[in-house]
């Protein structure tokens, strides 16, 4: 028994280890798909259209692989977590590919051009020249204007005073797409809440961004992959200067 049990042991610890590999590589490929898009961006306000569209087909094969790479990194979380032995020799392969391939099969984003990633590829790349106006085939109505460029709403938690950039248990509220520290709003919650029992109310608590109207529900606060990109973009921008970016780009054939 003590043995079997280091052998499951070692199994899943080995696919832990090639989970965290994966996760890295995942980042990498996330670094990419925001590059490429800065990219275009900067090519769009030259009007080199035909490089656009070489950008927007790399950006399109980085997520297919991206994608991939996070079926596979989630099949390996799994085995790790739910691994045990059983009395035939186990398959890993095969046992990793079929969870992959129901992981791609549940997936809504399986189609790379209606992947999130690649809708805000388009939308900044539109916005280049045509900033506030919907997109072809986009009524008016269904624009979701916020006060970033990029998808960030706030820049400083209100709660912490930290710059969201600087945060590093960031949160989003599906509600209202305010961002906040993990740790501070959960305690806002904890006093609303307890400041509500003692006079014996229930009371949704209020966003704590001036002139928000929403709540927040514990349920609704959010750290996924676009939350990260988002962040990731807004450092990115903040540090990055865009003639360097272009150059590095477009020399790479000459490389």
């Not at 590999?21 to 490429?36: C, G, K, P, V, W």
């Not at 999130?116 to 204007?145: I, R, S, T």
Request: aromatic residues 4%; glycine residues 4%.
């Amino acid at each position: 028994m003590a043995a079997a049990a280091g052998g499951v042991d070692r199994i899943r610890s080995a696919a832990r280890n090639l989970e965290a590999q994966s996760r890295s590589m995942i980042e990498d490929y996330d670094a990419n798909i925001l590059m490429a898009k800065m990219v275009a961006e900067d090519l769009e306000r030259g009007n080199n259209t035909a490089s656009v569209k070489e950008m927007e087909e790399v950006t399109l094969e980085i997520i297919k692989f991206s994608d991939k790479l996070r079926h596979h990194s989630l099949a390996l979380q799994e085995l790790s977590n739910e691994y045990l032995p059983k009395a035939e020799s186990t398959d890993f392969q095969k046992l990793l590919k079929d969870r992959m391939q129901q992981l791609e099969t549940a997936s809504s984003s399986s189609d790379a051009q209606n992947h999130q990633f690649f809708k805000q590829f388009k939308e900044a790349v539109w916005n280049v020249h045509h900033a506030g106006e919907p997109m072809p085939g986009q009524e008016q109505d269904e624009l979701v204007m916020l006060a970033s460029q990029w998808g960030i709403r706030n820049h400083v938690c209100p709660l912490s005073g930290k710059p969201v950039i600087d945060l590093t248990d960031a949160v989003r509220s599906k509600d209202c797409q305010h961002i906040y520290s993990h740790e501070a709003v959960i305690e806002h919650m904890r006093r609303h809440n307890a400041a509500a029992r003692r006079r014996r109310q229930v009371l949704p608590c209020p966003c704590p961004c001036s002139g928000c109207p929403k709540t927040i529900v514990e349920s609704n606060l959010l750290c996924d992959q676009t939350l990260n990109m988002d962040i990731q973009e807004l450092r990115r921008r903040g540090e990055t200067n865009q003639e360097d970016i272009v150059v590095d780009y477009t020399n790479l054939d000459e490389d």
